[in-house]
């Protein structure tokens, strides 16, 4: 594994809105593991449920109106805690399902080196497609974010997805505890070639994944 930084002279300040190098504007937040208790996994633990249940009811109007109700308790209880890119919690705790982000799909990581990174879960009632399987366009989300951790891992230097390539080999079921692991399999000057594949705990394949990350030029975001 190399140090990023060496490979990429501006790898702090991509983004920045000067465009120059060395200003503290911008820039990709630095990755920092966020300190939480127990009750911010319970929170997200239920928020997640009343996703699973707001896809998954057919609510009469009172109990519509009642949790539509509750709903705006909740904003305004979080709303004055809204803070700037990369000082927020949620993507921040790695022991959580989803590192505690309720976009992620909510797995666990259990080996993340230069030699890749495998985590464990399942897709919930909110990920339906149809007939009990996974939506199709969940894989991609799955598959990106175990590509950004692995190119992570591996010490690039900071990129951008330029394709993803899946091929669908069986219905992804619900509420089926699977794997997803992937690797680096070349670099290319620029490019960084990943390959990952997801399965069950049998070892059947469900899908499998190729991507291309390209390293960020100076000045872009």
């Not at 009811?57 to 709903?71: D, I, N, R, Y």
Request: proline share 6%.
């Amino acid at each position: 594994m190399t140090d990023p930084k060496q490979l990429d002279r501006d790898y702090d300040h991509h983004g920045d809105r000067s465009g120059a190098r060395g200003t503290t504007r911008g820039g990709f937040p630095r990755f920092v593991p966020a300190k939480v208790g127990p009750e911010y996994g319970q929170l997200l633990e239920a928020l997640r449920t009343v996703q699973d249940l707001a896809v998954s009811t057919s609510l009469p109007a009172e109990v519509a109106e009642a949790a539509a109700g509750k709903a705006r308790e909740l904003i305004e209880l979080l709303t004055p805690h809204v803070v700037a890119e990369g000082r927020q919690t949620a993507g921040r705790v790695p022991r959580l399902p989803g590192r505690g982000s309720l976009l992620l799909m909510p797995w666990i990581i259990e080996k993340i080196d230069a030699d890749g990174v495998r985590s464990r879960g399942m897709f919930r009632r909110f990920h339906l497609g149809g007939n009990s399987a996974a939506h199709g366009g969940t894989l991609p989300l799955l598959f990106d974010d175990l590509f950004g951790l692995i190119q992570h891992a591996y010490g690039r230097p900071i990129s951008r997805t330029a394709y993803l390539h899946i091929d669908y080999r069986k219905v992804t079921p619900l509420n089926t505890e699977l794997i997803v692991e992937g690797a680096v399999d070349r670099v290319e000057g620029r490019k960084t070639f990943i390959n990952a594949r997801l399965t069950d705990l049998d070892g059947n394949l469900l899908a499998d994944c190729e991507a291309l990350m390209v390293q960020l030029l100076p000045g872009q975001q």
